[in-house]
Nanobody
Framework: QVQLVESGGGLVQPGGSLRLSCAAS????????MRWYRQAPGKERELVAH????????SYADSVKGRFTISRDNAKNTVYLQMNGLKPEDTAVYYC?????????WGQGTQVTVSS
């Protein structure tokens, strides 16, 4: 079955960095685009970054452009989100997602808290 397992979240001071990982299994990882979303308390889930299956073409939300980098290692079936210059407003639960046909599969999420 499809599984997505996020890791790497934690508490970090403003200006700090974290790298999130999402380990995927149960599907042909290299064939599918992957996405990172986040959801802050009281807010809707929002798309943060997207990476295509091949060629590594990426896109970002305006709020994270220039600070976050999405990448993937198809040999390890893992997608990453490098987050630099973190701000308190980046505090949220971060999720990875894959869409297989008409079905969205989500991980359990990893908490990122940016606070001094």
């Amino acid at each position: 079955q499809v599984q997505l397992v996020e890791s790497g979240g934690g508490l970090v001071q403003p200006g700090g960095s974290l790298r999130l990982s999402c380990a995927a299994s149960g599907f042909t990882f290299s064939s599918y685009a992957m996405r990172w979303y986040r959801q802050a308390p009281g807010k809707e889930r929002e798309l943060v970054a997207h990476i295509r299956a091949a060629g590594g073409i990426t896109s970002y939300a305006d709020s994270v452009k220039g600070r976050f980098t999405i990448s993937r290692d198809n040999a390890k079936n893992t997608v990453y989100l490098q987050m630099n210059g973190l701000k308190p407003e980046d505090t949220a639960v971060y999720y990875c997602k894959v869409k297989l046909g008409l079905v969205d599969y989500w991980g359990q999420g990893t908490q990122v808290t940016v606070s001094s």
